[in-house]
């Protein structure tokens, strides 16, 4: 113990003393411990990964074989204090074939316990690292780790409060839920639902419909070959490479989104709107508030155009055959195409142009 720990520990002991109650001593240290268990479960297990406090990580391997490693890390004052701390929870893991189990237990009291009995600065993580099955399926889930998957081919449950989630090269559903934590996601095999309060999502390649929702996080998202649903309310949103329907709602988050195909159907109240449609084939719908809409298009791909404002401004930077025009309407046809576009806004204003 150096000297400022020590005149520290001195005068914890001089309040206790004092009658002002138990202020715990800050020299803990990290004790840990690791252990590994092995399991035959089959190519396609049920798996049930969770813990409170630490992380969780699933990576295939093949064969049949299930691998879990245990790690533990106990913050406490001597390897005694530690150990009484660890003996407090329960771990669970088990696994037969046909599936997988890793759990932590607390007892009912245990934080109350902890701090009564040592102090504030007490704590203890567990993390389970797991090599198994690419058929595996089922639930990956932490309060306060990050999760992280790769390689798994089975439908997963991904979920999270405050850590980050990490999901790569998975190959059935996918089901992310995470509070504050930043979601990031390559190549989803098929169809994928987020939904994040605070954190921000990352989408690279989705061979099926993708759903992301968020309250204050951003969106991005890169090559969905699905259909694409999208709501925030504060965060920005990020498109390209899509091939079918778009659908974003948004309350003062910015949207930009480059299309290849399909349609879209987009509103936002305060935030601006940017869309490059190359191929549509559906009709393109843009409902704004307040925010400006600048929409690109090839004029080949596009029938009749409504451009409607309240008190925003109009502008068309193309060519088109004009059936009615005033201030805060402007109504004609673009090309030969079959789509229509129609953008209305209350205060915004309207900018469609040349792709």
Known sequence: MDRQTAVHCV????????????????????????????????????IAIETINGDISYVVTEG????????????????????????????????????????????????RWLREIFGTQRSITVSFHVRGPKGADGVLGSVSGDVDAEGVLGHLEMRSVSGDIDARRLGGRLRINSTSGDVHITAAGASTSIRTVSGDQWIQTCAGDLEANSVSGNVEAHAVRGMTEVGTVSGDVTLDGLEATVRVGT?????RIVQESGGFDLHSTSGDITIESSAPEEP???RSTSGEVSVSVRPESIGQAVLETSSGDIQADLEMT????????????????????????VSGDIVLGEL
């Open 322 to 345: 004009v059936r009615q025009h005033t201030r805060h309407r402007l109504v004609g046809r673009v090309g030969p195409g079959d789509q229509e576009i129609r953008i209305s806004t």
């Open 64 to 111: 049949t074989t299930a691998t879990v490693t245990i790690e533990t890390i106990v913050r406490a004052d001597n390897a005694e204090e530690a150990e009484r701390i660890r003996q407090k929870i329960r771990l669970t893991v088990e696994g037969d074939e046909g599936f997988l189990t890793a759990r932590v237990d607390y007892p009912d009291d245990f934080h």
């Open 251 to 255: 309350t003062s988050g910015e949207i």
């Open 284 to 286: 393109l719908i843009v």
């Open 11 to 46: 005068l914890v002991a001089a309040v206790a003393a004092a009658g002002w109650g138990a202020v715990p001593c800050l020299a803990t240290e990290e004790f840990r411990s690791s252990d590994t268990k092995s399991f035959v479960v089959g190519t396609q297990p049920d």
